[in-house]
């Protein structure tokens, strides 16, 4: 065996990494979150954040986190079971699971330790986690973690995950999904997996942290986009960092499926809270969510439309998705970085999504699109899009997604 040095063999990957047009680097922001941001010292227009309602540099919001910043503190001191769980905690669990139609809500640090908890916490071995095969790598980590069998299905394929079940012998189904898949935009088939569910008397989880505040009955996401609820064999996981413009996220569903996770959830257990100053902001995104929801969602909505129409006017190829989830499907991962390159020297800030993100070969601009951008600005962009992608192939005339790949 030929040894070599922990140096070499790491820069050996990271050659291989580069090699495949697969290098990642990080731009410094150096200003507050909006359409218009400061990026590596230059401004651009921003359609790469997922602020979709343009709250997270909302003056509301910003005075309520000084306030809240005043009155208690800077940090929670402790995780939720010593001493961390405050009155603005308990209160924004409160008024969430109200909102929601859940029995209870259940605060977490982020996203990523929230979908852990869930799949370490409900399925145990002899138990089948189940999974879109394009859910949130969070959740594929969960499953993987997960001392069950963990199997995951065609995209939003209903037939397969039927097969899947059907094929498997379990104790307790475990079925998780995206509510809006983070890389396509697209929504999944909730109605149908709950069906499902039932059928094999499992529970359902909706990771819907690209739904919470967009789709749904005054914003209360793919759940109740598709006439459902948080209760009974459905859980819910939100994330307040996107639509709500704040941080963190929590868990929705059952009283006896959130207790479950208080007692059993090491990613809950063995974390410090949340500062306080972060649930009490998050209260007033939803108190302006509850006062304005029309407002923000016709603004959302319009400004999706447009850039649908005048993309589709130019002939750029266009996914399904009618959420702010915009994907340009470029194919190759060098020719994505180029064209999200050519984009930036237009003066837009768009990220080239590549692999592992997703799929080999399926390398895309992911465009998002926020309450907060102006007509102009949509319209800039679809003409920068549109010149970038013909200079990437040397065309001069609207472009097809199989000339991309």
């Known amino acids: 065996m030929v040894r070599v040095s922990w140096r070499e063999d790491l820069l050996r990957q990271q050659q291989h990494i580069k090699d495949e047009g697969r290098w990642r680097k990080r731009k410094m922001i150096g200003s507050a979150q909006h359409s218009l941001v400061v990026a590596d010292d230059c401004w651009l227009t921003n359609f790469s954040s997922n602020d979709y309602l343009g709250f997270a540099s909302h003056p509301i919001l910003s005075l309520a986190a000084t306030n809240a910043q005043d009155k208690w503190g800077t940090g929670a001191g402790a995780s939720h079971l010593v001493c961390g769980h405050q009155s603005p905690h308990e209160a924004l669990e409160s008024e969430l699971a109200e909102w929601l139609g859940a029995q209870r809500v259940l605060l977490f640090s982020n996203g990523y330790m929230a979908n852990l908890a869930i799949c370490t916490s409900l399925a145990d071995k002899g138990d089948l986690i189940l999974q879109d095969r394009l859910n949130h790598a969070s959740l594929i980590d969960g499953g993987r973690l997960s001392a069950a069998d963990f199997k ?140 304005n929801w029309l407002g923000f969602k016709r603004a959302l909505h319009e400004n999706i439309e447009l850039f ?64 907060s951008h102006t007509e102009f600005q949509i319209r800039a962009l679809v003409n920068a899009l549109n010149d970038s992608i013909k200079s990437s192939v040397g065309g001069s005339e609207g472009v097809s997604g199989a000339e991309l790949k």
């Open 152 to 291: 995951r299905y065609k995209h939003c394929d209903l037939e397969h995950a039927d097969t899947r079940c059907s094929l498997s012998s379990f104790n307790s189904l475990l079925l998780v999904t995206d509510g809006v898949f983070s890389m396509d935009g697209d929504v999944a088939p909730i109605s149908g997996l709950k069906n499902l569910v039932d059928e094999f008397q499992g529970i359902l989880c909706v990771d819907d942290a690209h739904g919470f505040g967009v789709l749904g009955d005054q914003g209360r996401g793919s759940l109740s986009h598709h006439g459902l609820k948080p209760e009974g064999n459905v859980v819910m996981m939100g994330t307040l960092g996107k639509a709500f413009g704040v941080y963190g996220a929590f868990v929705a569903g059952d009283e006896v499926i959130v207790e479950h996770l208080i007692q059993t959830g090491r990613n809950y257990i063995y974390t410090t809270a949340l500062p306080p100053s972060i649930p009490a902001t998050a209260s007033a995104s939803l108190k302006m969510i509850k006062s």
């Open 308 to 371: 649908r129409g005048e993309a589709s006017r130019l002939g750029l190829p266009l996914t399904d998705s009618l959420t702010p989830i915009q994907p340009i499907i470029i194919g190759d991962e060098h020719k994505c970085l180029a064209i999200s390159d050519r984009l930036l020297d237009c003066g837009f800030l768009i990220g080239a999504i590549r692999y592992p993100t997703v799929a080999k070969g399926s390398a895309r601009l992911r465009v998002v699109i926020s309450a």
